[in-house]
């Protein structure tokens, strides 16, 4: 079945997939409250989340490492609908690619087990040295000037132009969503397009995106 739809889905890791932000999680859990100055500092914008995040990973020994890859796999969950949603996708051929300013160390195992993700755009980090460095292998092209670490519209501009369903929760979903066609929205995300009048949908669940989508289909 071809994608009669021309849609295609540009969806959130931490925070919209995962029920909670496993890059806070890690990090509260690994530096307590000496993470807390540099949140405040990317919320407010002071610095990039590249900047910001590569400093907090500095700041933990690599002998840690494999603690964290344990704590991380230990405490991500996924949100309500995620699989319907994979099984959808798969349904009505749209391709599902999942875009995440989060790590390969948590993300791809949390996304092990569902078939019919197209692909999935992550950081990783490199623990060879004393302390853990982050690795951004995505970073923003020169359409991009917001040092996004993991630059999302980028990465949507690497593909063809189709009807673009952004799926998101914060920060680093703003740019994108802002470039999209029909987003949904969450937390962070939702509070900024309420505050500058933009059109997005909440979702409490994947359950809800479906049904959305569905009824897009019939017009």
Known sequence: MANSSGLAVYCDFDGTIATEDMITAIFTYAL???????????????????????QLFSMIPSTRYQELVAFARERVRIRRGFGEFVSYCQEKQIPLRVVSGGFDF????ALASFEGITEIYVNSVDSSGPFLHAVWPYPCDESCAGDCG???????RLHA??????????????RIAEQADLVFARDTLWTYGEKHGLPFVYFEDFFDVIATLRREEKG
């Open 32 to 54: 307590s409250d000496r993470a807390r100055p540099i949140f405040e500092r990317i919320l407010k914008r002071e610095c990039s989340v590249r900047d910001g995040v590569s």
């Open 161 to 174: 132009p189709d009807r673009v369903v952004v799926i998101g929760d914060g920060i680093t979903d703003v």
């Open 150 to 156: 993991l630059c999302k519209p980028s990465i949507k």
């Open 106 to 109: 948590f993300v791809k195992p």
